[in-house]
């Protein structure tokens, strides 16, 4: 009998989540086999098997936390045989201790003095192992715990709810009065949904509020004439998409800006490790991408090496990846400074939150064409963008935040800069 275990993911990867068994109990299965799928806080994986058998027991459900090294399931291997002979046997009574070692031909008849099966309560549900070893580490009775299931089977969440609920009416009064109710409780009948955050959403909330409890994070603000860069694409588009087979997008630009901004102010480029300041000799610049489950960051490596077609094509191949989850663990780590665009989705302002250990952020907002005064007697029409630097006020001073935004926006607005910043 051999282990199917949670492989190691990476180094800031200590567990994760059976987001979809493929197979299930007394399944053969050849090496190679993909088994299940596991959801990590940043990329998902598929578990195969590593040698051929039958999948004797599956240890961990759907929607179960797992541990690194942790057994999730066993295999018994080259089981293949066994199957053989035990399907050509003679049909005979087979002794009560033996019967769950294989399954039965036929289905037995019912006999209401024996004994349940270890997983089978006396309302007819059954429970997982999981659900099993908790029920009896907490003495609960698994035929009055209630599961959401539409099979029946009881899970370990279940139990945890179970043991969660009050024993007595009588422990109700110590609730704070001013605590909120539920949604459900305060609305009785009006129609709710409930569910579980995906891991991945989970860590987003995690780690946001944490950037906001570990940094001294302040936001500085500034707008961009974007008519220069608007020619630029105007009169260049068609030649670089014709040369390069990508389009000249709005990305190359402010990442070019971004790099040439950080050579002048190092210590946003930098993080903090305990009292030590770790400045980066290096520009591998994390752009935000909005995935179905959830925002990813992964990374376009030495941007400063990098021409504005290669640049859109790297960023082009991420976000296709994050999109389709494809993102490899890699391509999501050692980030050191990023660009979020909020106005790809209309938004005029915003405060981007920072990407711990990052201690910078750039926000890009929406291209809105407005007013602008050029001189004291005139006023023109401009295509302005607001953008928006939140720094870590503990290494970086206000007056270099200033300076460094007011660097991004004066190359952004001379585009030709870029090519002697590059």
Do not use: C
């Not at 199917?4 to 567990?15: D, H, L, N, Q, R």
């Amino acid at each position: 009998m051999s282990e199917i275990k949670v492989p190691a993911m990476g180094e800031s990867i200590t567990e994760g989540t059976i987001s979809r068994w493929i197979v299930k109990e007394g399944d053969t299965v050849n090496q190679g086999d993909v088994l299940l799928e596991v959801e990590t806080d940043k990329v998902n994986i598929e578990i195969s098997a590593e040698e051929s058998g039958v999948i004797t027991s599956i240890l961990h459900q759907e929607g179960d936390t797992v541990q690194i090294g942790e057994t999730i399931a066993q295999l018994e291997a080259g089981a293949g045989a066994k199957e053989s002979a035990a399907a050509s046997a003679p049909p005979a009574p087979v002794p009560a201790p033996q019967a769950s070692e294989a399954a039965p031909v036929s289905a037995p008849v019912k006999n209401e003095s024996a004994p349940k099966a270890e997983d089978e309560g006396a309302n007819g549900y059954t429970a997982t192992p999981s659900a099993r070893k908790l029920a009896r580490e907490r003495g609960i009775d698994l035929d009055q715990v209630q599961t959401r299931d539409p099979i029946g089977r009881i899970h370990s969440d279940d139990v945890k709810s179970h043991g969660s609920v009050p024993a007595a009416p009588a422990a109700a009064p110590s609730k704070p009065a001013s605590a909120p109710a539920p949604a459900a409780e305060a609305n009785p009948g009006k129609p709710v949904e409930r569910s579980k955050m995906s891991r991945r959403r989970a860590t987003i909330a995690k780690r946001l509020v944490a950037a906001q409890q570990t940094a001294a994070m302040l936001t500085t603000f500034n707008e961009v004439d974007m008519t220069a860069i608007l020619d630029v694409r105007k009169r260049r588009k068609d030649k670089f998409k014709e040369k390069h087979d990508v389009g000249l997008g709005f990305m190359s630009f402010f990442t070019k800006a971004v790099v040439g901004a950080l050579k002048q102010f190092p210590l946003v480029n930098a993080e903090i490790d305990g009292d030590d300041i770790v400045v980066k000799k290096f520009y591998d610049i994390g752009i935000a991408v909005s995935a179905k489950e959830g925002l990813v960051v992964p990374v376009v490596r030495d941007a400063d090496r990098l021409s504005f077609a290669e640049i859109e094509r790297n960023i082009g191949e991420l976000a296709s990846k994050a999109r389709s989850n494809s993102l490899s663990l890699n391509e999501l780590q050692g980030g050191t400074f990023t660009i979020t665009n909020g106005g790809i989705f209309g938004s005029l302002l915003s405060t981007p939150i920072l990407n711990s250990p990052q201690v910078g952020i750039l926000g890009m907002h929406k291209i809105q064409v407005r007013p602008v005064a050029i001189d004291d007697e005139r006023m023109e029409n401009r295509p302005m963008m607001y953008i928006a630097l939140s720094y870590d006020h503990r290494i970086i001073d206000g007056s270099d935040a200033v300076r460094f935004l007011v660097t991004v926006k004066e190359l952004l607005e001379d585009p030709e800069s870029l090519l002697l910043e590059g």
